[in-house]
């Protein structure tokens, strides 16, 4: 008989890479009321003018492709909660008529995904 793992809180993973809460931290102070041209999604994966990629630096905290293996970091369910909370904490995109965040709320609400501070 096999039996599913919970998947980890916000907080349980803050407690085993405290990394986590600074990014976090610089994703929900970051300020771009005057670029209209700033995507949150593309902030998210990519960077953004001097921001490097978030999506790049997560990646060295948990999911599968962590550095150093371990039972709770290294899960998906991790990488799913960790990269959903800091793309959510990013600031909505600038007025330049960008809809994907808007785009990729609706698609987690028909999925039942929401994150979990």
């Known amino acids: 008989m096999s039996t599913l793992t919970p998947a980890p809180t916000w907080t349980e993973l803050v407690a085993l890479e405290p990394r986590l809460q600074a990014l976090y931290d610089e994703a929900h102070a970051l300020r771009v009321d005057d670029d209209p041209l700033f995507c949150g999604s593309f902030c998210y994966a990519i960077g953004h003018g001097e921001i490097p990629s978030f999506k790049r630096r997560i990646r060295e905290l948990v999911g599968w492709y ?25 600031p909505d995109c600038g007025t330049g008529g960008c809809s994907c965040r808007a785009d990729a709320a609706e698609w987690r609400r028909a999925f039942g995904l929401t994150s979990s501070l």
């Open 66 to 90: 962590r550095p150093e293996d371990h039972p709770v970091l290294s899960t998906s369910a991790a990488w799913l909660l960790v990269s959903q909370t800091i793309e959510d904490a990013l």
